[in-house]
């Protein structure tokens, strides 16, 4: 902050009719380095639980309009973002999927998405940090069909060395269909999860 301060007196020393404000304001700073710490008057100062508490307040507010959106059912369609083997998908009801890789669910079965990073509608969404709190948002989902990829060609040759290799490669696929996605119980409640959820694979 020094060389900074000298850097500027010299240039004011060569700037001819300098103003006398910004002359006045470089001594202070490079004078007295209590200009820089001054603190507030306590008369500004502002009450931290005050503000604590019109945070809580209208956190409540917003929960209250969002569990009577859901009661009434006008929160119209919901979507969510879900974390399925390493990916991240964002679904609505009726969405397929495609799962890449080995997963053991066989066709049929009936599977529900626990890792919901967030869940939303129209008006509002709910984040989790990272995900929601189990047995708030119910994603139900079904597996359709268990197939293969296309064949992938793997070609490897190194001329005039009699060298040729050929691969074909195929790996396994999941497709799943989001049956529905609902909000099981009220926001920000601090009543239990339903008491026998439904089986849990995943």
């Not at 979507?79 to 999927?97: S, Y």
């Not at 269909?177 to 601090?190: G, K």
Request: aromatic share 6%.
């Amino acid at each position: 902050m020094s060389f900074l301060a000298q850097t500027m007196r010299q240039v004011l020393r060569q700037v001819p009719n300098r103003p006398l404000t910004q002359a006045g304001a470089m001594r202070a700073l490079s004078v007295s380095p209590a200009f820089r710490q001054q603190t507030k008057p306590a008369s500004d100062s502002v009450n931290a639980s005050a503000l604590a508490r019109d945070q809580l307040k209208e956190g409540q507010s917003i929960c209250e309009r969002i569990n009577q959106q859901v009661a009434k059912s006008e929160q119209g369609r919901l979507f969510a973002v879900v974390h399925l083997c390493g990916k991240q998908f964002k679904i609505t009801p009726g969405d397929i999927i495609l799962v890449e890789g080995y997963w053991p669910p066989t066709i049929g079965d009936e599977i529900s998405l626990d890792k919901v990073l967030l869940a939303g509608a129209k008006d509002f969404t709910l984040i989790g940090r990272p995900i929601l709190e189990p047995g708030l948002v119910a994603v139900k989902a079904t597996v359709v069909e268990k197939t293969l990829t296309h064949t992938k060609t793997h070609f490897r040759k190194k001329r005039r060395k009699q060298y040729m290799r050929i691969n074909f490669q195929r790996s396994p696929n999941t497709m799943i269909r989001i049956n529905s996605i609902e909000l099981a119980r009220p926001v920000d409640a601090n009543s239990d999860p339903q008491s026998e959820p439904t089986k849990r694979l995943f």
